[in-house]
């Protein structure tokens, strides 16, 4: 990795976006009966299996976590906490590359059910086809006032 791609990485790692703060409080939200996702706070029971059965729920969402802030960053114009009014000021010329959104709350939903059933890099590539594909077109369902539902 090139000296570059290392400050880019590492700019993206320590940059704090405007949905970072939405995803975290989504985790716990995210099926939370579901057994991957569950971490129990009865902390009377210390037995071994509870511990691992813990581990394994943090683990998942670690990387629920990581697919979803990592979604957000994939889109082409997605914008750092710090911008949020240049954001705004992007949206209110109807510029159509402002719609990028990165994360907003449902997502988590879509991203955790692929992420029960593959791993992290497949789970995190079926929901950048989902949401973005033409066919399946489901980005349209999380953006502002989410215009491909007739209301």
């Known amino acids: 990795m090139s000296e570059e791609d290392k400050k880019k990485l590492h700019n993206f790692i320590s940059t704090n976006y405007k949905w970072d703060n939405v995803i975290k409080e989504d985790l716990t939200r995210t099926y939370p009966n579901h057994i991957m996702f569950d971490i129990q706070k009865d902390q009377k029971d210390t ?16 990387a629920l976590q990581r697919i979803l802030r990592c979604y957000g960053l994939s889109n082409v114009k997605a914008l750092p906490l710090q911008d ?17 959104f990165g994360y907003t709350q449902g997502m988590n939903f879509i ?39 007739p209301l």
Not at 47 to 62: C, E, G, H, V
């Open 84 to 100: 949020e009014d240049n954001a705004k000021k992007e949206n209110s010329s109807g510029n159509k590359a402002a719609a990028c």
């Open 47 to 62: 037995t071994s299996n509870q511990i691992i059965t813990n581990a394994k729920a943090q683990r998942t969402l670690d």
């Open 111 to 149: 991203a955790g059910m692929f992420l029960s059933y593959m791993p992290e890099e497949r789970a995190f590539y079926m929901l950048k086809t989902v949401m973005e594909s033409p066919h399946y077109n489901m980005q349209g369902l999380f953006t502002d006032k989410t215009p491909i539902i």
